[in-house]
């Protein structure tokens, strides 16, 4: 014999219900955050080390300048109008300064033998150099 229970409707037995999960989202969410974090770092640690040692005009310019050997004059007055146009747009004072100073320069270029610098130039070399902010 078999035993027959009787069906009972039961209510109070919910059906399975669909649970919504983001954590896969999250954490894909984190790593694409961490990596962006990673590469900023790597880019600012990269533009640190490539300019540390980039090259500086102005401070060649003035290196150039200042080892420059006022006795041999016609070397001189070439290296000094090389160098120091670096420095000429620097403002409208350096400009006229520049100006001057090959002006007083040109007689001791373009010939065969020169005359060492009179005071007067070497005055107004040494007060360019003064006058440059490197």
């Known amino acids: 014999m078999q035993n027959k229970l009787p069906e009972i409707p039961i209510h109070d037995i919910k059906p399975l219900l669909e649970i919504q999960e983001y954590s896969l ?66 403002s409208p004072r350096h400009t006229e300064m520049f100006a001057n100073l090959t002006e007083r320069l040109e007689a001791y270029k373009y010939k065969k033998n020169v005359d060492s610098f009179d005071d007067e130039v070497k005055g107004y070399i040494e007060l360019y150099k003064g006058m440059i902010d490197v």
């Open 25 to 90: 989202y999250t954490f894909l969410a984190l790593l694409v955050f961490v990596f962006i974090i990673l590469g900023i770092i790597i880019y600012f640690t990269f533009k640190y080390f490539q300019g540390r040692n980039a090259f500086n005009v102005r401070k060649e310019a003035f290196a150039h300048l200042e080892k420059c050997n006022l006795d041999n004059t016609k070397e001189s007055a070439y290296a000094l109008t090389l160098h120091g146009a670096v420095f000429k747009d620097d």
